[in-house]
């Protein structure tokens, strides 16, 4: 349902401290505050607490209006709500709410104003701190046998691919992530032919790793079957039909238990993977690390994402650890992804290659020799940006 709902706790109240005490007078008080501010009583009720506060609802014809006191904190919660279904009662909520602030003199207002009838699309980036991205719609959600996932259309990023609840991937903007994925690796290398990508189901990653002429095989391992059929269906600028493409072989496996097996070497792997935690935290193991670096040929490179140096600067340093305990070149990159809300850090991992080592004329080169198509974030002066690390980022990851 279309509506507002204005929530605040207000503390330290410079009121008479009757006011806190008294729920009959200020439900007389407030019904006339109701209908000063346009809005409808249909009913009202207040329990007055023995010794203590009150807690009081009003039902309006809109909808509701509800408090509780505290006075032994000098404080209360208040809850305002209409809906804006036949009429838009925003301004009228907002002269109530304001009414009853006006009326107990907080020093403070914790205020949140919820737009009800649009999806806000939450997500923390750890417990103090996230973003969030407004959704005109939700076009579906399914349960697989790992994740749910969901799909939303947005305004901004127009459809957004979530799996349990974070962002994965959208239209307008994924270029972002799956370029610097795969690019600042695959460019140094003089021609790779062979490469790995783990997860990845929306077909980003393979996309850009196709658009290089040497590549002979992409090799896609994704575990959950759902998050590639949904990615066919729904995020076609996204893969741009690289699940047609002969050179992409997609198996659904276990990408730890693929690595483990393979007798095959590559000169990328990517890890394209959720966040460390749960069971994806087996997959930033050390030891899974150093099965990766076997499965490289001599000149081969690993990337993964390693998380924000902003919200998890933990991660970010204990995962470079672990990577520089198994490579000999370890170069963590930063740049800002709009759809995780956040500066981000990836890693290029290597025993040969030193992608920070090429100059940004070179990588024009290679862009050019090798006819790269379609790169809106990717070139020569990037190449070189995303390697140039704060001194906060530099002290995460050593030198």
């Not at 806190?20 to 009583?41: H, N, P, Q, Y």
């Not at 010794?51 to 209006?65: N, P």
């Not at 919200?311 to 650890?321: D, M, N």
């Amino acid at each position: 349902m279309n509506g507002l709902h204005l929530i605040g706790d207000l503390s330290e109240c410079r009121c008479d401290p009757q006011h806190l005490l008294d729920g009959a007078g200020f439900k007389e008080k407030c019904i006339d505050m109701v209908r000063d501010s346009g809005l409808t009583v249909m009913d009202a009720t207040f329990k007055q607490f023995d010794d203590s506060g009150f807690t009081g609802t009003v039902v309006l014809a809109e909808s509701h209006v509800a408090i509780h006191t505290w006075p032994e904190n000098n404080g209360l919660t208040l809850d305002v709500y209409v809906c804006n279904y036949s009429a838009d009662n925003s301004t009228k909520a907002h002269k109530l709410f304001d009414a009853i602030v006006a009326y107990f003199q907080p020093e403070e207002i914790a205020k949140h104003e919820i737009a009800r009838g649009e999806h806000l699309l939450v997500e923390p980036l750890n417990d103090s701190i996230g973003f969030y991205v407004k959704a005109s719609r939700q076009i579906g959600e399914w349960r697989t046998k790992y994740q749910k996932l969901s799909i939303y259309d947005t305004p901004q990023y127009g459809k957004i691919f979530r799996l349990d609840e974070y962002n994965m991937t959208s239209e307008r903007e994924e270029f972002v992530y799956h370029e610097n994925l795969i690019h600042p690796a695959l460019t140094v290398h003089d021609a790779p032919r062979n490469v790995l990508i783990i997860g990845g189901g929306d077909g980003g990653s393979s996309e850009e790793a196709l658009k290089h002429p040497s590549v002979e095989r992409v090799t896609m391992v994704e575990i959950d079957e759902d998050v590639i059929n949904i990615a066919k269906k729904y995020f076609q600028v996204v893969h741009n039909g690289v699940f047609d493409n002969p050179r992409l072989h997609v198996i659904i496996e276990d990408g730890m238990k693929f690595v483990r097996e393979t007798q095959d070497k590559f000169d990328l792997i990517a890890l394209d993977l959720n966040d460390p935690v749960g069971p994806a935290a087996a997959l930033y193991s050390t030891e899974f690390f150093q099965q990766c670096r076997q499965a490289l040929s001599p000149e081969g490179l690993l990337t993964l994402h390693i998380g924000s140096p902003t919200a998890h600067p933990e991660r970010v340093a204990e995962l470079t650890k672990r990577l520089k305990g198994v490579f000999r070149i370890v170069r963590p990159y930063t740049m800002y992804i709009p759809l995780y809300g956040a500066q981000w850090a990836l890693a290029v991992c290597a025993d040969q290659l030193d992608p920070k080592a090429f100059a940004s004329d070179e990588i024009e080169r290679r862009i050019e020799a090798r006819n790269l198509q379609h790169l809106q974030f990717y070139n020569g002066d990037t190449h070189q940006g995303v390697f140039a690390l704060p001194n906060f980022v530099r002290d995460l990851v050593g030198k």
